[in-house]
């Protein structure tokens, strides 16, 4: 079992609305990643973090921001929910030790609906 | 452009059947490739990983190919049990920094039937 917890699983909500996925591992891993997967599409990264007060945007562009202020933490928040964010958040994280690129261990997801 | 392909889309068997999945990829340079499974509303889990100098690696049931030269992999599943029902995704890292960025396929929806 990973050690990388998302809360909540699952939220519905209204549009406009402000919400904070949490993301938190407590394995030490340097890098921690947001990716987006809708149905049957591949994972598209968000954002992703090297470090502490390290963040950085993804390939897909996403209205969300993050912080990394503590190494084990690494939420997502989105100021103001629209429909179009619906979709599944999978956090991830992993070490790399110089060229070689380790495991990617991933929360268990966080399915956002917004109505 | 660095692409990650997985065929077929979606494949149904019967429980105690093997099966096997394709990845083609046009990641370049390569570093590895690995594949993971993914449960219905789970994260994905690795299941195994492919150096360029590796060719086959098991993991139980569970059977990877690498073909570096024609840049494809293959994951064979043997005795499919209900509990292999899941989605498998092929991801190739490249190495063309340290920093490894990762290409993911859409993944394979398998379903084992009893």
């Known amino acids: 079992e990973a050690d990388i917890y998302q809360t909540p699983r699952y939220l519905v909500i209204g549009t406009g609305k402000k919400i904070t996925l949490e993301c938190s591992q407590t394995m030490g891993h340097d890098k921690m990643y947001w990716y987006q997967q809708d149905p049957g599409m591949e994972l598209h990264l968000i954002h992703y973090?090297?470090?502490?007060?390290?963040?950085e945007k993804g390939d897909l562009s996403s209205e969300s921001t993050v912080s990394r202020i503590r190494t084990e933490h690494f939420p997502l928040t989105l100021e103001s929910a629209r429909p179009s964010h619906t979709s599944q958040y999978l956090c991830?994280?992993?070490?790399?030790?110089?060229?070689?690129?380790?495991?990617?261990?991933f929360g268990e997801g966080s399915r956002l609906t917004v109505l | 452009k660095n692409q990650v392909e997985q065929s077929p889309q979606s494949l149904i068997i019967l429980e105690g059947k093997n099966c096997t999945l394709q990845c083609n990829y046009t990641v370049s340079p390569f570093s590895n490739l690995r594949w993971y499974k993914q449960d219905t509303g789970r994260g994905p889990v690795s299941l195994t990983i492919?150096?360029?100098?590796?060719n086959t690696k098991s993991n139980g049931r569970y059977t990877a190919t690498l073909d570096a030269d024609t840049k494809q992999s293959s994951l064979h599943i043997t005795a499919s049990q209900l509990s292999d029902s899941a989605s498998y995704i092929c991801v190739v890292s490249d190495r063309g920094s340290t920093l490894g960025r990762l290409y993911f396929g859409r993944g394979t929806q398998l379903t084992v039937w009893p």
């Open positions: 492919m150096t360029f100098s590796e």
């Open positions: 973090s090297y470090g502490v007060n390290s963040t």
């Open positions: 991830a994280s992993r070490e790399g030790v110089g060229g070689i690129t380790g495991e990617l261990f």
